[in-house]
């Protein structure tokens, strides 16, 4: 499977964007889904998953209450909706896919299909 990124850009704080990632060559109907992100000088994060049933999302607790995790099976497409954004969002966004058990749902060592990155700039 591969994912393609995208929706980033630069936006002010309080603002919001919505990321998109696309799968092409399969699809990722059977795997957990998820978004890290890596801010400059930073290890890359977990920010937010899905659970392929897509009745479980797990989010960091920076992010809770403002970013909502989804995916929609008949486009084949994940979206991370960001809203409230603040400066401290700022990073490369990257969307993955694997199949993670329960107790590493955050660790990016459990996925195994990933997006190139799409760039998320939040000016203060």
């Known amino acids: 499977v591969q994912l393609q990124a995208s929706g980033g850009g630069l936006v002010q704080a309080g603002g919001s964007l919505r990321l998109s990632c696309a799968a092409s060559?399969?699809?990722?109907?059977?795997?957990?889904i998820a978004w890290f992100r890596q801010a400059p000088g930073k290890e890359r994060e977990f920010v937010a998953t899905?659970?392929?049933?897509?009745?479980?999302?797990y989010y960091t607790d920076s992010v809770k209450g403002r970013f909502t995790i989804s995916r929609d099976i008949r486009e084949n497409t994940m979206y991370l909706q960001m809203n409230s954004l603040k400066p401290e969002d700022t990073a490369v966004y990257y969307c993955?896919?694997?199949?993670?058990?329960?107790?590493?749902?955050?660790?990016?060592?459990?996925?195994?299909?990933w997006g190139q990155g799409t760039l998320v700039t939040v000016s203060s």
């Open positions: 899905i659970n392929r049933n897509n009745n479980n999302a």
């Open positions: 993955a896919a694997g199949r993670p058990i329960l107790s590493s749902l955050s660790d990016r060592n459990a996925y195994y299909h």
């Open positions: 060559g399969g699809t990722f109907r059977s795997y957990t």
